[in-house]
């Protein structure tokens, strides 16, 4: 499982260095970057990262705020600080607020590098499965009372997602910006995973407060749901276009009876645009006692013109200049 490592600088060039670097290492990790500690809480809504890089200087959210941030919003992440103003007193503040790693600028691209690698190493350390079904490992989980952060990859979407179990108990789950029970179904309908343990569980509150089998079986029927309403209007979209075909089929077999098969037709088609058009020159027409609109002769002058026949689709025959066109317009108003 290929692992996401943000890294946050106001560096631009130094950004891109270390990912150009970094590229070596494209097996086991891929690199985001960002400028800010705004930008780097955008990225850790929508991606999955495995561990923050960041520096301490920085606009708008320094390096500490966005430290505070992640421990807070996400424990599971961790931290490694870089800096060009290191003091003993600021690692120590940094290593207080949760970072596992302190560089100071300029570093090696090495020695960043093997300080990723081995927090990396820590995420996987309980050990990966590939190609398993999510629901029955994770029951196993519940059943051996194990206490654990693993991180699950979907085989067929590629999404990513993480689980949190303190003593057998789920405490939360996270899928991009969901958490407690939502990601957890959307976890869970998750058939075929990739899955990556890691043998501790940071502390947090219990998001989900159920057991593992009522949300096994919920995020089932949702999936189910969901597969069933896909079918409906995979469904419906055939019958319209059956239906299309039929009314299309029909108008032909009319003029071709009543006016002949060489009748310069040039297009027959549905065009449910005109739909509202068609209806209120209907309404106008009855609104004088004229009747419901049947058929409708539009002279565009253009080469060809238009014929229209109103209604729950709009019917749109293009006929070209030597179309008998009074013939046609008879035979589709009776």
Known sequence: MIKNVLIVDDDREMLVALKDGFSKYKETFSVLISEDGTGAVNILKDKSVSLVVTDLKMPQMDGFALLTHVMENYPDIPVIIITGYSTPDMERLAHEGGAVGYIAKPFMLE??????????????????????????????????????????????????????????ELLDARVNNLQGKPAAYKIFSWEEVNISIQNVCPEMENKIESDLQPLILEAARLRDEKGKEKKEVVEEIKTKEVETSDTVGDIKKIIKNQVGSKCHLEDIYIDPSMNDWGVQISNVGEFFGMGKLKVCYLEKGEANDTILLPGKNTTVISVGPKCPKDKIIQALST
Do not use: P, W, Y
Not at 127 to 136: A, F, K, R
């Open 111 to 168: 020695n960043l590098a093997k300080n990723i690698m081995t927090t990396l190493r820590k995420e996987s350390e309980g050990g990966t499965l590939h190609s398993v079904s999510s629901g029955i490992f994770l029951q196993l989980m519940e059943m051996e009372q194990k206490t654990c952060t693993i991180r699950l990859e979907d085989k067929a979407s590629g999404k990513k997602g993480v689980l949190f179990f303190q003593d057998g």
